[in-house]
């Protein structure tokens, strides 16, 4: 698999990350610990050497299984862990915190859960304008030279943001959501991590499940699945984009011969972005891996799926209901 180094570190890491939101449970109906391991052993063995997860997800259910896959399956230094810190929760209601008080007692719970003694990329998960970025910062620096974590991120951050923390500390990954459907980024983070080295890896490659070629008209969602507060899961919306997928699927079979999933997460390392996170809660689905390797998106193909996104997705919408309270 194809790896890239993370820019003011020694990490070279595998261009795909295997992220682990789904795998936690919450907001996706529940999780199943042995076939969530399996997963994490399938893209392992695939060539994955990036995992991404979080204390939030599934309050702390996700670093856990990670943990114990981890020791599972060995190797420990091939592998490059990421977490986050600056989010709070209570009765499963959320909210940002970046005291850097909470945050020294946060970690070490994320290395007990992780069962590791070095996180190697450290995300402040959402921007807390309760709290000055620099003291935050200087908190992610003192991290670093304890040995606790190897590199620095700032998640869903803007430029400006992440301007204000670089005025104490050098960041070395941003953390944002891209996908064909969401696009927000091009036009000034992706440009000024470019300028920054700054290396991008992105979230929601897939869109929920809206690029996996997997997503039928009639599906419902149960539980506490996030897809039933997603505006683009709601009529008529949720029409414009299976719409928009089944023609990409279509073009990705007429250039390519591939299913819509490899030729999504192909098309965002393509775009300029350095590392695409993709979830997946069963081994089996681990199976494209194979397939996005070897080749790359023509500009031909990102003309034809400006065009159709144009036609077909009258009333776009971003990711911003994903967003924490501030």
């Known amino acids: 698999m194809d790896s890239v180094p993370i820019p003011g570190t020694e990490l070279n890491v595998s261009r795909i990350a295997l992220g682990t939101w789904a795998i936690g449970g919450w907001l996706w109906g529940g999780t199943d610990e042995k076939a969530s391991i399996d997963t994490i052993h399938a893209a392992l063995d695939k060539g994955v050497t990036l995992i991404d997860t979080a204390p939030v997800y599934g309050f702390g259910r996700s670093e856990e299984i990670v943990g114990r896959a981890l020791k599972a399956y060995g190797h420990r230094e091939r592998v490059c862990l990421a977490t986050k810190a600056g989010l709070e929760w209570k009765n499963d209601k959320i909210s940002r915190n970046s005291d850097p008080a909470k945050i020294a007692f946060e970690i070490e719970d994320s290395l007990r859960r992780l069962q590791t003694d070095v996180i190697?990329?450290?995300?402040?998960?959402?921007?807390?304008?309760?709290?000055?970025?620099?003291?935050?910062?200087?908190?992610?620096?003192?991290?670093?030279?304890?040995?606790?974590?190897?590199?620095?991120?700032?998640s869903n951050f803007d430029p400006e943001q992440m301007t204000t923390f670089q005025k104490v500390v050098d960041l070395q990954v941003c953390q944002p959501p891209y996908n064909m459907f969401e696009r927000q980024i091009e036009d000034a983070l992706v440009p000024?991590?470019?300028?920054?080295?700054?290396?991008?890896?992105?979230?929601?490659?897939?869109?929920?499940?809206l690029l996996s070629g997997k997503m039928m008209p009639h599906r419902e969602f149960e539980g506490d699945d996030l897809r039933k507060n997603d505006p683009k899961f709601q009529a008529p919306r949720f029409g414009q984009y299976l719409k928009a997928a089944a023609r990409i699927e279509q073009l990705a079979k007429d250039h390519y011969d591939r299913p819509l999933l490899p030729v999504a997460i192909r098309w965002v390392l393509d775009m300029g972005i350095d590392i695409a996170i993709w979830g997946g809660r069963r081994p089996e689905q681990m199976a494209p891996l194979d397939d996005i390797d070897g080749w790359h998106i023509s500009d031909s193909f990102k003309y034809a799926v400006e065009e159709l996104l144009q036609e077909t997705i009258t009333d776009p919408v971003g990711p911003d209901f994903m967003a924490p309270p501030q």
């Open 120 to 154: 190697d990329i450290y995300f402040i998960h959402w921007p807390d304008p309760k709290m000055p970025f620099e003291e935050t910062a200087r908190l992610m620096q003192s991290l670093k030279d304890q040995g606790k974590i190897r590199a620095i991120g700032v």
């Open 192 to 209: 000024y991590c470019k300028s920054h080295n700054i290396a991008l890896m992105t979230y929601g490659a897939l869109c929920r499940g």
